[in-house]
Structure formats: structure tokens, C-alpha cells
């Protein structure tokens, strides 16, 4: 195999990881329906936009590469079948190794907490559940929620807050959302009189950090901050599991039941303030 090709299943390869499956078959489509002389900058322009700058990336290398090599119905085809051939392997492994912050001068194959779970709400068709310490900053995700909530998808929040934190947390993470999102959305906190104290007299924290999205479970070190996602170093799991979907469920969903998780079923006038670095 001579370098130039390898390079080119390569970066192939590289892509098919980061690809969310709805822009992958559009991408294909679009391949599939440019004239064969095209050039590679003009198929790069006609191919789907996305805001994740590392797919970005390997779309157009992945393209350049190809030009010489194969014609864009062919790379196509590659693209189809060497997605497909990840995905099923992604359906028999189940778990996903996830993260943010620096990179590895040694590459490995994980997707951004983030992207992952933008991907996720994206692509939600029933229910999502987010369990958060802090939110602040995260417009992206917010815009992703209201989408998936115009889409019919049940949004749940359960969060922590400043009073019933005594003061642990500086900022309600309700605040990160919308007025008019969180009036009709599911909203959970965990009263003061339901935490045990340390010796100190402190409360415990509502700590957690959870993503359950349909069939998908995500757990990451990671609260819902633009930090979080952009500059500190976390580290998380994306479990495709049926049984584990279900003990997690049931575990939130005892919490609920039981009473040590309660809704908030009046929302007060939230008050805006700047957000904290988190």
C-alpha cells in the first residue's frame, strides 16, 4: 500500500469517528452527486456544514486526499461503508470513551464530552434527563434542548442551587437556562432537610453529573459549563447498555419517588447576574 493511500484510510478512518450519522449521509449524498471533475475546494463547499471544528477538518483533508486518488463517487462508497462498519462496531463495544481539555500528543479515539452529548440531544427522540452541579454559559446546549423540546422530546432537569447548597454553590444552575424553557420543563432539586451534614455542619452537594438521552447513558466528570466543556480536563463514559440504561433509570427514578429528589413545581422570577467560571 503505498503512503498516499494509507494516509487516505487514515484519515478515513479518523472521520467516521467523529461524524454524527444524520451529516454523514449527507455528506455521502453530496459526493455522490457532484460532477466527477469538480474540484476539491468546490466539493468542500457543497458538503453539509457543521460547527465541530475537528470534522471540519478531516472532511476537507479526507477530500484533498481523495481528489488524486479516487473519483468522489467512490469516496463516497468508503466513506458509507466504513461508517457503517464502525457503527456496528460501536453497537458490540457499548462504551465510549469521552473528553475535554488538552489533547495527547498521542492520539486516541475519543470524542469531546461536548460534541458528544450535542450530538445526543440532536438526535433525541423521546426523553432527556440532565443531572448537573453548575450551568452557566452554555447557549449551544441550550439552543439543543429548546430544539429537541419543539421536536416533542420530554426534557428533565434536576440541578443544584445556592440555598439549598448553603452557599456551595455561588450560582443557581437553573440560571443558565431560559424563563421561558424552564416554565415548561421538568425541574428536580434536593431539599436541605433530606442531606446529611459533615462534621462541620455542611450539607452534602448535589454533585452529579448525568446525561441519560433515549437509550444512552453519559456520565462525565464534566458540569454543564462552558469551562467544562472548552478549557478544564475531564473525562466521561457514553454506555450503550440496556441493562444499565434501566438500573439507571430506576435509581433516578427512586430518588424521585421516594421523595429525596423533589420538583419544583413553582418557578420564582429568576434573577440574571453574571456567570461564574466553573
Given at each position: 500500500m503505498t503512503n498516499v493511500r494509507k494516509d487516505l484510510f487514515e484519515s478515513i478512518d479518523k472521520l467516521v469517528?467523529?461524524?454524527?450519522?444524520?451529516?454523514?449521509?449527507?455528506?455521502?449524498?453530496?459526493?455522490?452527486?457532484?460532477?466527477?471533475?469538480?474540484?476539491?475546494?468546490?466539493?468542500?463547499?457543497?458538503?453539509?456544514?457543521?460547527?465541530?471544528?475537528?470534522?471540519?477538518?478531516?472532511?476537507?483533508e479526507t477530500v484533498r486526499m481523495a481528489s488524486n486518488t479516487m473519483s468522489w463517487e467512490a469516496l463516497s462508497w468508503a466513506l458509507d461503508s466504513s461508517f457503517e462498519i464502525y457503527q456496528q462496531s460501536l453497537a458490540s463495544q457499548r462504551i465510549e470513551l469521552l473528553w475535554s481539555g488538552p489533547t495527547p500528543v498521542a492520539q486516541i479515539?475519543?470524542?469531546?464530552?461536548?460534541?458528544?452529548?450535542?450530538?445526543?440531544?440532536?438526535?433525541?427522540?423521546?426523553?432527556?434527563?440532565?443531572?448537573?452541579?453548575?450551568?452557566?454559559?452554555?447557549?449551544?446546549?441550550?439552543?439543543?434542548?429548546?430544539?429537541?423540546?419543539?421536536?416533542?422530546?420530554?426534557?428533565?432537569?434536576?440541578?443544584?442551587?445556592?440555598?439549598?447548597?448553603?452557599?456551595?454553590?455561588?450560582?443557581?444552575?437553573?440560571?443558565?437556562?431560559?424563563?421561558?424553557?424552564?416554565?415548561?420543563t421538568e425541574v428536580y432539586c434536593w431539599p436541605i432537610e433530606k442531606r446529611d451534614r459533615n462534621q462541620a455542619g455542611r450539607p452534602g452537594k448535589l454533585h452529579a453529573k448525568l446525561a441519560i438521552v433515549d437509550d444512552t447513558v453519559l456520565i462525565s466528570s464534566a458540569n454543564l459549563t462552558d469551562d467544562a466543556f472548552n478549557r478544564n480536563l475531564e473525562v466521561g463514559v457514553m454506555i450503550q447498555n440496556n441493562e444499565f440504561l434501566i438500573n439507571t433509570k430506576n435509581y433516578i427514578g427512586s430518588l424521585i419517588s421516594c421523595g429525596i429528589l423533589s420538583r419544583l413545581t413553582t418557578m420564582v422570577p429568576i434573577v440574571l447576574a453574571p456567570s461564574p467560571t466553573v
Open positions: 469517528k467523529k461524524a454524527p450519522a444524520d451529516w454523514m449521509i449527507a455528506a455521502c449524498e453530496t459526493l455522490r452527486s457532484v460532477d466527477s471533475d469538480t474540484s476539491s475546494d468546490r466539493v468542500i463547499k457543497k458538503l453539509p456544514l457543521t460547527n465541530n471544528a475537528d470534522l471540519s477538518f478531516l472532511i476537507g479515539p475519543a470524542r469531546r464530552i461536548d460534541q458528544a452529548l450535542y450530538d445526543l440531544i440532536a438526535n433525541a427522540k423521546s426523553e432527556i434527563l440532565l443531572v448537573t452541579f453548575a450551568a452557566s454559559r452554555i447557549q449551544r446546549l441550550v439552543n439543543e434542548l429548546v430544539n429537541a423540546r419543539q421536536r416533542g422530546v420530554k426534557i428533565r432537569l434536576i440541578l443544584e442551587f445556592e440555598q439549598s447548597s448553603e452557599g456551595q454553590l455561588s450560582y443557581d444552575a437553573l440560571k443558565a437556562f431560559p424563563e421561558t424553557f424552564v416554565q415548561n
